[in-house]
């Protein structure tokens, strides 16, 4: 009887467990079916504004010259900014310099929507890629619509597949800015004008805050892509920019010290040797096309950053002296005036205190000392 009670029991609490347990359910289920909502493509995009202002950029008319073309793809690659407005996934956006943005309206959110977003707005932006052609400039953003070696992915030799699916996803955007009429001469800073609705360069880069540091000659030199003898690195860095080429030789007639040469141009164009020895530019040729070369090997930094006036820093910031040939003398834990000891000159020791216990029993007793005048004090024969 006992057993089959305890059985009894242990089906009830089953039966209490099964019941509570859909009643769980039941509760969460309708929970659940009340806050399903249904996401499409225009409460998606709700949020998402298409306002485009077009820009009025004064351009040249000259068409734009090789070494033009060049220049742009030094100075806008690796360029940052911040978006604007929310750039899409893809190769699609067509911007005509100074008109109108393609798509724009619904097509544009519909393309949002379809191929996902690349940058927010406020994002931060990179121009990873430029191409110059002969009436547009296309500017990857980000990466590009595509991944690197696309075509080589689909290719296997004996079941090793070239490029290795690593599951990276295209993440970056392209815009292509169409000159009508042909390419101009236009410069870089112009360009960042011209996509101005779609991307924000005003926020000043690290060349550009560094060179707003330095005096104002210097910070004319670098804004003009001058370079200076007696730049150093950054300084030159932030005025021409990363160099072609670099080549490392030993000093003529010397067996240690080494310099370093940066090339930038390639003939046609006019070539610059910047040579550095050390942190600094202590050489500049300039070869131009039909012209003899032009040789810089003056300071021209009219004494800011004077070599004469640099500390370096070396192990113990000093070499060790006596005062006497510019050395200063090794530090000391005497006092000024006190002999070295073991010398014939006799020291002051110190004075004896009293305890706290002594002053306070001792009588006190008018000075007759005058308040100028010190007692002399107990002296020894040094050690």
């Not at 990873?128 to 991944?147: E, F, Q, S, W």
């Not at 360009?191 to 690290?206: M, N, Q, R």
């Not at 860095?237 to 080429?245: D, F, H, I, Y």
């Not at 005497?334 to 010398?343: D, F, H």
């Amino acid at each position: 009887m006992a057993f089959h009670v305890h059985r009894w029991r242990l089906r009830a609490a089953e039966l209490t467990a099964w019941f509570l347990a859909g009643a769980v359910a039941c509760v969460l289920h309708g929970a659940a079916r009340a806050q399903v909502f249904v996401v499409g493509e225009k409460s998606a995009m709700a949020s998402v504004s298409t306002d485009f202002h077009p820009t009025r950029i004064e351009l040249p008319s000259a068409p734009i010259t090789e070494r033009g073309k060049r220049d742009l793809v030094r100075n806008l690659e690796a360029e940052q900014g911040f978006a604007h407005r929310a750039l899409p996934v893809g190769e699609d956006l067509i911007l005509i310099a100074n008109g109108n943005l393609t798509p724009t309206g619904d097509a544009y959110k519909e393309m949002l929507y379809k191929k996902g977003q690349s940058a927010a707005p406020g994002d931060r932006v990179v121009l990873t890629a430029v191409t110059v052609k002969d009436d547009r400039i296309v500017i990857d953003l980000n990466g590009g619509p595509y991944l690197n070696h696309r075509f080589l992915r689909h290719i296997d030799i004996n079941d090793i597949p070239l490029v290795p699916q690593d599951g990276a996803q295209v993440t970056g955007c392209r815009v292509t800015l169409v000159f009508e009429g042909g390419l101009p001469e236009v410069s870089a800073p112009e360009v960042k004008a011209l996509l101005d609705p779609i991307v924000d360069f005003g926020v000043k880069t690290s060349a550009e805050a560094y060179a707003d540091s330095l005096p104002p000659f210097l910070k004319t030199a670098i804004e003009q892509h001058y370079v200076l003898v007696g730049m150093d690195r950054k300084m030159v860095l932030a005025a021409m920019g990363e160099p072609l080429s670099k080549v490392r030789e030993l000093v003529p007639g010397s067996t240690t010290r080494r310099y370093e040469e940066w090339i930038y141009g390639q003939p046609p164009q006019t070539v610059r040797f910047v040579r550095f020895e050390g942190d600094r530019v202590n050489q500049l040729r300039i070869a131009a096309l039909g012209k003899p070369i032009v040789l810089h090997d003056k300071n021209e930094l009219r004494g800011y950053l004077d070599p004469q006036d640099t500390h370096e820093i070396a192990m113990g910031d000093e070499k060790p002296g006596n005062g006497e040939n510019g050395g200063r003398k090794p530090p000391t834990m005497l006092k000024p005036g006190e002999a070295v000891p073991g010398s014939s000159k006799r020291v002051l020791l110190p004075v004896p205190t009293a305890s706290p216990a002594q002053v306070k029993s001792a009588p006190v007793t008018p000075s007759t000392t005058p308040a100028d005048k010190t007692t002399d004090l107990p002296t020894a024969s040094a050690p």
